[in-house]
């Protein structure tokens, strides 16, 4: 099944927030998407974050981790991170979205 992602402002800050808790900054300016696959999909399985990712990615109310085989569950995971770095090529907002997120840590 083919998912559609969200890339609503809520739906990449709820990203963003998930990502700082793994550990893990995807985004490094609106011009380019810097990911660490390997460790985000480690973080994801240990700290039990697959499923609320998959959900809010893609915005379905389904059990990913229940429903999805491991290879259609590494396709939404890794689709999500592909689809972004297209998408947001030309988005100056990441790297404000960036910069606002280290200065409400500091």
């Not at 974050?49 to 998959?54: D, L, W």
């Not at 915005?59 to 990913?64: C, M, R, V, W």
């Given at each position: 099944m083919e998912y559609k992602y969200k890339t609503n402002f809520d739906t990449i800050e709820k990203v963003f927030v998930m990502a700082e808790r793994m550990g893990v900054e995807w985004f490094i300016t609106g011009t380019e998407v810097k990911i660490e696959i390997e460790?985000?999909?480690q973080c994801l399985f240990k700290q039990g974050?697959?499923?609320?990712?998959?959900q809010t990615v893609t915005?379905?109310?389904?059990?990913?981790q229940v429903d999805l085989d491991l290879y259609e569950?590494?396709?939404?995971?890794?689709?999500?991170?592909?689809?972004?770095?297209?998408?947001?090529?030309?988005?100056?907002?990441?790297a404000l979205l960036k910069a606002s997120r280290q200065t409400t840590a500091e």
């Open positions: 460790k985000i999909i974050m697959v499923n609320e990712f998959c915005g379905q109310d389904i059990n990913f569950l590494e396709g939404v995971i890794l689709g999500f991170f592909d689809f972004m770095r297209e998408y947001s090529k030309d988005l100056k907002i990441m």
